[in-house]
């Protein structure tokens, strides 16, 4: 079935470092993909998406591309900032499935 | 544009128990998807709703069940609960041109005694 695999956590950076978190999917067909992130005691925000290959989503600084060769959408950003500190979800929309269906989840702990 | 409101925020419940969860959605969104969070099994998606069907179902007991109003907004009802029942739950809403991209509420966080 469709599934979403993330690189485990936690991923500790200092303050203006440079930030990847690996995303790989498998579904069938041609799904959607997105990077939601989650404050302590929030929901889950949309980050970014993106609908068909080689598209790249983009917000606040964080970019992710669809890879379609390598099934990947990694999360990138140039400087990161203690107010990055989240949680960050990959996941993805069709498939065989209309349904989000998210990663485990990736704990981004920023230090001043 | 509000985003999406769900109450209550929080909630404690025993063994037993049933309770009822409410979500608002966007205003013009009118499907509505719920989901558990947990931090054993993550993210899992219970049920969707669009004009007041269920459209699609996830892998849950039948102790799960939801409806959604003529104004979209939706209600969850978990009966009968149990331990393994304490989570976040969160809902979220999507246009029906855009079903894949979904908005998040801020969650209902259910503890059950």
């Known amino acids: 079935g469709d599934s979403v695999t993330q690189m485990e956590g936690p991923v500790t950076l200092s303050e203006e470092a440079f930030l990847t978190i690996n995303c790989t999917y498998t579904?069938?067909?041609?799904?959607?993909l997105f990077w939601y992130v989650q404050y302590p005691g929030e929901g889950l925000q949309l980050l970014l998406k993106?609908?068909?290959?080689?598209d790249k989503g983009s917000n606040k600084g964080f970019e992710a591309t669809y890879r379609k060769e390598t099934t990947s959408f990694h999360l990138e950003k140039g400087s990161v900032q203690v107010s990055d500190s989240a949680v960050y979800f990959c996941a993805l929309y069709g498939g065989a499935t209309n349904k989000l269906i998210f990663g485990t989840g990736t704990l981004l702990a920023v230090q001043p | 544009k509000a985003g999406v409101t769900q109450t209550p925020r929080y909630l404690i419940k025993t063994r037993g128990q049933q309770v009822t969860l409410s979500c608002s959605p966007i205003?013009?969104?009118?499907?509505v998807s719920w989901y558990q969070q947990t931090p054993g099994q993550g993210l899992q998606f219970l049920f969707e709703y669009f004009s007041e069907t269920q459209r699609n179902k996830g892998n849950f007991p039948g102790r799960f069940s939801g409806r959604q109003f003529s104004n979209s907004r939706s209600e969850m009802n978990v009966s009968t609960l149990e331990l393994g029942d304490s989570a976040l739950y969160l809902c979220a809403s999507s246009l029906a041109t855009a079903k894949e991209t979904q908005y998040f509420g801020p969650g209902t966080r259910l503890l059950v005694l």
């Open positions: 993106a609908t068909k290959a080689d």
């Open positions: 205003s013009g969104h009118r499907s």
């Open positions: 579904a069938t067909g041609y799904p959607s």
